[in-house]
């Protein structure tokens, strides 16, 4: 058919650019010519998912039950393990009922949330550096990110009073995100009391992403957002089993807090997909309902590898401030270096990828983000070569 053109729409044209492409490029040059490639740049666990996890698995998708549609809002028995966790975790009391929705990963929620807030032209307050699907998700609803940067000098924080009053007035969604992704900030129950009077004051919904709750270090629990007083009348948590029991691949998280808000998402849900496998809804209640040793050994793995790459960092003269939470090291590259060129430089001499921060929002240049999911011996390998090569 002569003159038949596929034109894609205008949401797909205005993605941001790919920032990584450059990167990809060496990295797969360096693979083609045999180099021992270092892949620091993954923010996905390396580690197994728990065994007695697996078991529930495989007996619950024996059981016929479990193989027509699931529900959307996803299993009761699945929403009540989700509020126990909170209760035990956070003293933070839910109703399974109407306070939480299991979701397909909580990617899929944090994605699909603007579409039940946002019409054309408004406004979602958005954190740079971040994680990419706040904006996207915003783009595909038709609204417009203003960015919140994250600063050292605010220990990567936003500054809420800097917002501008017209933009204020025409916000109708803010995303936060603590332990952060990239940064590996922590906020305080103090900052979410903040974040409470700001969006009551302004009302603006508030959409906190909790992902990384559970990795941090020294036994130091960061908080949840909704345990600030008021929290469950402005906002919502995003939550997710990814990270916390090594279950990227399963898709299973869920949303939990202000009751219309979870409304609005199920209803977006509802007329978009059906809910998770109701046998990863399973394994979800035997992750929920596991005791800690598991994830203990998890925490002091992550911390043996941050602590070994410090200190390879730190012998090669780069400042790098130790992170209470994550598996992220958020890194100031050296004088002289942009992101990008200082990611290409490591690569080319060390054979390291880590990824550029001013991939994840313009407020990250000048940073470099490397992950803690390879094994220390890895790590240890990596210290040597930057010892030796950078
Ligand atoms: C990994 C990650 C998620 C979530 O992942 P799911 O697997 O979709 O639950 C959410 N937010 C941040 C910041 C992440 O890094």
Known sequence: MSGFKIETAERLRNLPPYLFAAIDKIKK??????????????????LPTPPNIISRLNKAAEDPRNHQYPTYEGMASFRKAVADWYKRRFSVDLDPETEVLTLIGSKEGIGHIPLGFINPGDIVL???????????????????????????????????????????????????????????????????EDVVEFASRNNIPVCHDAAYSEIYYDNIRPP???????????????????????????????A???????????????????????????????????????????????????????????????????????FYLWVSVPKGFTSTGFAMHLLDKCGIVATPGNGFGDAGEGYIRFTLTVAEERIGEAVERIRLKL
């Open 126 to 192: 958005v954190p740079s550096p971040g994680y990419p699907v706040y904006s996207t998700g915003t783009l595909f609803a038709g609204g417009r990110s203003y960015w919140l940067p994250l600063l050292k000098e605010n220990h990567f924080l936003p500054d809420l009073a800097s917002i501008p009053d017209d933009i204020r007035k025409a916000s109708r969604l803010i995303f936060l995100n603590y332990p952060n992704n990239p940064t590996s900030a922590v906020a305080s129950e103090r900052f979410f």
């Open 256 to 326: 939990v807090g202000n009751r219309e808000m979870i409304s609005a998402l199920g209803k977006v849900k509802s007329n978009l997909d059906s809910g998770v496998f109701q046998a990863i809804q399973e394994a979800g209640i035997e992750a929920l309902s596991t005791d800690d040793a598991a994830i203990n050994e998890n925490r002091r793995r992550y911390q043996r590898r941050r602590d070994m790459l410090i200190s390879g960092l730190n012998k090669a003269g780069l400042d790098v401030e130790i992170p209470k939470a994550t």
């Open 224 to 254: 949840s957002f909704l345990q600030a007083d008021g929290a469950k009348d402005v906002g919502i948590e995003f939550h997710s089993l990814s990270k916390t029991y090594n279950m990227t691949g399963w898709r299973i998280g869920f």
């Open 29 to 46: 040059e360096a693979v083609s010519r045999g180099v021992d490639i270092i892949n620091l740049g993954i923010g996905d666990p390396d």
